[in-house]
């Protein structure tokens, strides 16, 4: 059934995800094909695929966002199905329909389950409505500062101020006072109207109570055909800097198992409430110290560290896209057993985090048993600077945490990458961490890290 239906899959990404993808959907017996632009015209997901389109120039808003190109590809190639990996068009409810109307497969959850849940604001709403835990904050979208300085005195400081829209911690700040909203609402107004066109006097701006001591914790989950929903385990998420997630791990090891069932209990809750089809991730915030959690919002696709859950459950998650796209119902138990830890491995400055780009003169990943790597490049290659800098996910697995954290710090060592800077050594910093061995670290951790070295 599964050829009969998608026959031929289009890879709407580059880089790691991409040549993910393509890895599974080829083990299928699919034909894959990749688009791509000039700049990446090198890279292995392009030979990998069965057949590769350039599509345009490095600019994504000239290639990789370019829907009329990417159908055109698709129409080009006899592409029967579209898988768009994550970002770019990912959780682009427009895209997601122009692919249904052009007669292709969407691989990935109903446009209207996009549209419900991208907006943070009405997502949040409709989980309240639904049952599920969500912290205070703004109902409505706050326009103006005086509007949010109003509601930071309903909700009471501190809170964090973040964009309605976009993702990846985008515009996102904590304000403690009036003055620190000011400074916070600004820089989300102007990611606002960077993400979404907004005006600045007008932006769709998101206003929370903020939880001081904060665990990101987000679970898995599988919508199949017929409205059932399934949880395939939890990942925790806190190792983050600027916002942005960095390193993550399955199970979580600093909530309850109790915490954790009312957490799974919840996210299916989520998907049940939009009538979720496909892989999806429900975000919370996790209170430490109170062990309880609120609904943060929910990823309408799939997630850079499903390699955790697929470590941890033995699935392969683009194989349950792909079967419940084409119509499928998989039967799928969820006994996560072990432990996994992902290192994002970035071509960035380990100390400050800004991007390095750079031609990779040397490149030598670590293998084994308990070893996984998914990489987007290879010696020679160039990392450019129109993209996200994420060059490889280098992930480890052990009967339990301390085993998985040995495996860790061997296969950090064992990983050459020389050209671009890398973060690599921030990696091995991180295993070294008396907080992070332990477990009992919150979002904080990294901040912290950084200042005990100023």
């Not at 696709?301 to 349950?320: C, K, S």
């Not at 996910?393 to 710090?409: H, N, P, T």
Request: hydrophobic fraction near 45%.
């Amino acid at each position: 059934m599964l050829t009969e239906t998608l026959g031929s899959v289009l890879i709407a990404n580059r880089g790691e995800i991409a040549r993910r993808i393509i890895r599974t959907v080829k083990r299928l017996g699919l034909r894959a094909i990749a688009v791509h632009s000039e700049a990446d015209a090198d890279l292995p997901f392009v030979r990998e695929a069965d057949e590769a389109v350039l599509i345009g120039p490095a600019n994504p808003a000239q290639s990789y966002l370019d829907v009329a190109k990417v159908l055109e590809a698709a129409r080009a190639t006899g592409a029967r199905a579209i898988h768009p990996g994550y970002g770019f068009l990912a959780e682009n409810a427009a895209f997601a329909r122009a692919v249904i109307d052009a007669g292709m497969v969407w691989i990935g959850p109903a446009p209207e389950a996009i549209d419900k849940m991208g907006d943070k604001i009405n997502a949040r709403n409709l989980m309240e409505a639904a049952g599920v835990p969500v912290a205070a904050g703004t109902r409505e979208p706050v326009t103006d500062l005086s509007l949010a300085l109003k509601a930071a005195e309903n909700i009471g400081y501190p809170v964090m101020v973040k964009t309605a829209g976009g993702g990846g911690g985008i515009g996102m700040s904590v304000a403690h006072d009036d003055d620190g909203l000011q400074k916070a609402y600004e820089q989300a107004a102007r990611a606002a109207a960077r993400f979404s066109g907004d005006a600045l006097d007008g932006p769709a701006v998101l206003l929370e109570r903020y939880i001081e001591r904060a665990r990101h914790v987000e679970v898995q989950i599988l919508g199949l055909p017929g409205g059932r929903v399934v949880a395939l385990g939890e990942r925790d998420c806190s190792v983050q800097r600027r916002h942005q997630k960095v390193v993550e791990e399955s199970p979580s090891p600093g909530i309850s198992p109790e915490l954790r069932e009312r957490m799974l209990a919840a996210a299916v809750r989520v998907g049940e409430a939009v009538g979720y089809l496909g892989a999806g991730t429900v975000e919370c915030l996790v209170d430490a110290d109170k062990q309880d959690f609120v609904f943060l919002e929910m990823n309408t696709r799939l997630q850079v560290e499903h390699p955790v859950t697929e470590l941890v459950t033995g699935l392969d998650l683009v194989e349950l896209q792909l079967r419940v796209a084409a119509g499928e119902s998989p039967e799928v138990r969820a006994e996560p057993s072990g432990h996994a830890i992902e290192f994002r491995v970035y071509a960035e400055d380990p100390k400050r985090f800004f991007p390095g780009p750079g031609t990779i003169t040397a490149w030598d990943e670590p293998s084994g048993d308990g070893v996984r790597v998914d990489s987007g490049y290879v010696a020679g290659n160039t990392v450019t600077p129109f993209y996200d800098p994420l060059m490889a996910k280098l992930c480890v697995y052990g009967s339990d945490r301390a085993e998985a954290l040995e495996l860790g710090r061997k296969a950090v060592a064992e990983f050459t990458v020389e050209g671009p800077k890398n973060n690599l050594p921030f990696c091995a910093e991180l295993l070294e961490n008396a907080e992070f061995a332990t477990g009992d670290y919150d979002t904080g951790l990294v901040a912290r890290m950084r200042a005990r070295t100023a």
